[in-house]
């Protein structure tokens, strides 16, 4: 069974900055990509970032610059740095893992942490 636990969300003042962390825990599973969503109330789910074993980031336009996905070497962890923050960044932030588990194809997901940006 494979286990996505985000973490690092938290209050934080506009302009400031959080470092959010996922961890995926599972035997044999070998991550290919790990990919950072997010839902604010009231709105569908969007892409924020992902980046794949090659380690070649993508950015959602509205995070360009801002943001840094980041994954640990030979590690099932990974981050993303949010940088400048805004209001219109408050929601759940999800972290999406894929890849395998021999030859069966995996596509794990957490239960998400709340990033909040409000003075």
């Known amino acids: 069974q494979v286990q996505v636990v985000e973490s690092g969300g938290d209050l934080v003042q506009p302009g400031g900055s959080l470092r959010l962390a996922c961890v995926v825990s599972?035997?044999?599973?070998?991550?290919?990509?790990m990919n950072w969503h997010r839902q604010a109330s009231g709105k569908q789910r969007e892409l924020v970032a992902g980046?794949?074993?090659?380690?070649?980031?993508e950015y959602a336009d509205f995070v360009k610059g801002r943001f840094a996905i980041s994954r640990d070497s030979g590690e099932n962890t990974g981050h993303l740095q949010m940088n400048d923050l805004k209001p219109e960044d408050t929601a759940v932030y999800y972290c999406?893992?894929?890849?395998?588990?021999?030859?069966?194809?995996?596509?794990?997901w957490g239960q998400g942490t709340q990033v909040t940006v409000s003075s």
């Open positions: 999406q893992a894929e890849g395998t588990i021999g030859d069966a194809m995996v596509d794990s």
């Open positions: 599972a035997s044999r599973f070998r991550v290919y990509a």
């Open positions: 980046i794949t074993t090659h380690g070649y980031p």
